[in-house]
T-cell receptor
Framework: TQLLEQSPQFLSIQEGENLTVYCNSSSVFSSLQWYRQEPGEGPVLLVT?????EVKKLKRLTFQFGDARKDSSLHITAAQPGDTGLYLCAGVGAGGTSYGKLTFGQGTILTVHP | DTGVSQDPRHKITKRGQNVTFRCDPI?????LYWYRQTLGQGPEFLTY????????KSRLLSDRFSAERPKGSFSTLEIQRTEQGDSAMYLCASRGQGRYEQYFGPGTRLTVT
């Protein structure tokens, strides 16, 4: 069974601060995706990382995939209240027949105070 | 808007009743997934379709659950004899061939009273 440990579970910060969310596993993933979810809505895809060591930037968000493809991080620079939400990492297991199904972390609830 | 759509968005039912949810994937996507999400948790995989073939089912999918994708387009998820433990958000996602990205619909929130 592949598990993704996401930390921290809760994050409450002031506008303008930086933050990092971590996603760790003992399993190798062929790809990893980060989503943001608002209450009562489905997850919205932010980014997909595929190559070990890959770094992708989306405005103030920086995503990194670990060299061994077992972990990932999301860094937000100068957080804004509009960044508030649930952030989820999700990986597709490498090897075997995974059919691309996603294994999700528990999520990080981010609150950015004005 | 050509995103994934789900219907209904909310469903309240009494224990023991049957419910059916519908998912319309992005039109050119041949891969379709169902997930279930309970409060405070990340989504959990339920089942996967490639075109009309159901290729994988999670152990979470008890015999009260059935899913179909008869023509390889929309999919339905039926829960028979609902239980309070079935209360959750049911999410559908689709993916194009050769692509990694999965796009989710808005979900169906089921409440069993």
């Amino acid at each position: 069974t592949q598990l993704l440990e996401q930390s921290p579970q809760f994050l409450s910060i002031q506008e303008g601060e930086n933050l990092t969310v971590y996603c760790n596993s003992s399993s190798v993933f062929s790809s990893l995706q980060w989503y943001r979810q608002e209450p009562g809505e489905g997850p919205v895809l932010l980014v997909t990382v595929v190559t070990g060591g890959e770094v992708k930037k989306l405005k103030r968000l920086t995503f990194q995939f670990g060299d061994a493809r077992k972990d990932s991080s999301l860094h937000i620079t100068a957080a804004q209240p509009g960044d508030t939400g649930l952030y989820l990492c999700a990986g597709v297991g490498a090897g075997g027949t995974s059919y691309g199904k996603l294994t999700f972390g528990q999520g990080t609830i981010l609150t950015v105070h004005p | 808007d050509t995103g994934v759509s789900q219907d209904p968005r909310h469903k309240i039912t009494k224990r023991g009743q049957n419910v059916t949810f519908r998912c319309d994937p992005i039109s050119e996507h041949n891969r379709l997934y169902w997930y279930r999400q309970t409060l405070g948790q990340g989504p959990e995989f339920l089942t996967y379709f490639q075109n009309e073939a159901q290729l994988e089912k999670s152990r979470l999918l008890s015999d009260r659950f059935s899913a179909e994708r008869p023509k390889g387009s929309f999919s339905t998820l039926e829960i028979q004899r609902t239980e309070q433990g079935d209360s959750a958000m049911y999410l559908c996602a689709s993916r194009g061939q050769g692509r990694y990205e999965q796009y989710f619909g808005p979900g169906t929130r089921l409440t069993v009273t």
